[in-house]
């Protein structure tokens, strides 16, 4: 007997595509501890002007030109540190290079003002993150094959011997790769679907909220199902088949758990009560050649990084700094760790960032500085680095 579908039913998987469009195998490992996927296709119909002797509407011809577009959300949890994270291939298709893996290393020293050498070569570049513990930090210059200067020094500083954490960085990239997006419900017989050619246009980092969140919002090529399904990308005959289920656990990060490195000289400030990081691609589709109802590919267009905090105004000398540098339009160095414990840890890095002059606001005991949207900016996109660890 038929009945109402649990909207807690629900798993979603992400591969990356080796070319727009083409459906990859889906694999367990590849799933995603998503919270919500909405999609949402119209035809792109103009209105007909034909005489039909009548007001009545006579109906569309089948066949046009289809946009679909599609928002997933997802918490900031915790990972096997393996590989990397299941929606590591979001970030990618975000970010658009190829993620950068350190396994590790050993430490020979390191010093106040950030520097960390190891007992060997490295391999590092910059932009990459390492971690130690419970930290992630950001290389911001490479001094030699043996030692790296970091965006920030470790709270606890590593001596001679110390072990430094593994972490994968994702960076930006000229071009931008898709994905599929699998969506999968219980029972089997329920509508499946699937979201190949699926393309970031706007990623958006929550911090400092009940969890701290990451919204992926795109287009895609088209949206299949398993009960339309007769052919597409592939000649597909049918969804694939969801994976065999296996140990899928993990924690989600509260929001309040991180740290913020703030100035032209990293200072940890602890007022900050809320952050976001936007991303936007300005991505385009071929969708109006002729021959083809659904896009052909995605170009990414100018890339726009801004990062909007607020923190609780104090008359110390690094919050005054950073007043000054936002009226001077001096660039500032923003660093944002989520989280605090190896496993659940992201790290986002801006290397520079012109501060808006921030709105006081005073409806409150305490007087708070809003930084809205101030800009990242870089060389050859170095604009931002999202790492985990």
């Known amino acids: 007997m ?10 979603f998987y992400t591969v990356l595509e080796s070319a727009y469009g083409e459906v990859a195998a889906v694999e367990a490992i590849n799933r995603v501890p998503a919270l919500k996927l909405a999609i949402q296709q119209q035809s792109d119909l103009s209105e007909r002007k034909d005489k039909t002797g009548s007001r009545t509407f006579s109906g569309s011809p089948a066949g046009g030109r289809r946009r679909t577009t599609f928002e997933l959300r ?7 540190k393996t590989g990397q994270p299941g929606y590591g291939p979001l970030f990618q298709a975000a970010l658009g290079g190829a993620p950068l893996s350190f396994t590790g290393g050993v430490a020979a020293f390191s010093t106040e003002s950030g520097e960390l050498g190891f ?10 993150a390492v971690s130690f513990g419970g930290e992630i930090r950001f290389v911001t210059a490479l001094v030699n094959d043996s030692s790296v200067r970091l965006n920030a020094p470790f709270t606890v500083a590593p001596g001679a011997g110390a072990a430094i954490g593994s972490a ?32 970031i246009d706007q990623m958006s980092i929550q911090v400092n909220g009940d969890y701290h969140e990451v919204h992926f919002k795109g287009v895609a090529k088209d949206v299949l199902d398993s009960a339309s399904i007769s052919g597409g990308p592939g000649q597909l005959l049918g969804l694939p088949p969801e994976p065999e289920l296996d140990g899928f656990d993990y924690a989600i990060v509260p929001g309040n758990l991180g740290q913020a490195w703030l100035g032209s000289s990293a200072t940890q400030f602890l007022t900050i009560t809320g952050a976001s990081i936007v991303l936007r691609n300005a991505v385009e589709t071929r969708s109006r050649e002729f021959g083809s109802s659904v896009p052909r590919g995605i170009y990414p267009g100018q890339r726009s990084v801004t ?37 659940q ?32 900016q870089g060389t ?5 680095a999202v790492a985990f660890a």
């Open 119 to 128: 007992a060997a070569p490295h391999g590092l570049v910059a932009g990459q």
């Open 2 to 11: 038929a009945s109402y579908i649990s909207s807690n039913a629900n798993r």
């Open 345 to 376: 840890l992201m790290g986002v890095y801006l290397q520079s960032v012109i501060p808006e002059v921030p709105e006081f606001d005073d409806s409150e005991n305490r007087l708070q500085w809003r930084f809205r949207a101030s800009r990242a």
């Open 168 to 199: 994968i960085t994702y960076v930006p990239a000229t071009e931008l790769p898709s994905v599929t997006v699998f969506d999968y419900w219980s029972p089997t017989s329920a509508v499946q679907r699937m979201l190949p050619g699926a393309a």
């Open 307 to 343: 990062v909007s905090f607020d923190l609780y105004s104090q008359d110390d000398e690094a919050t005054k700094a950073l007043y000054q540098a936002a009226r001077q339009q001096s660039p500032i160095a923003v660093m944002l760790q989520l989280g605090e414990v190896e496993g």
């Open 74 to 80: 997802t918490y900031l949890t915790s990972w096997s």
């Open 380 to 384: 050859i996109d170095n604009e931002i």
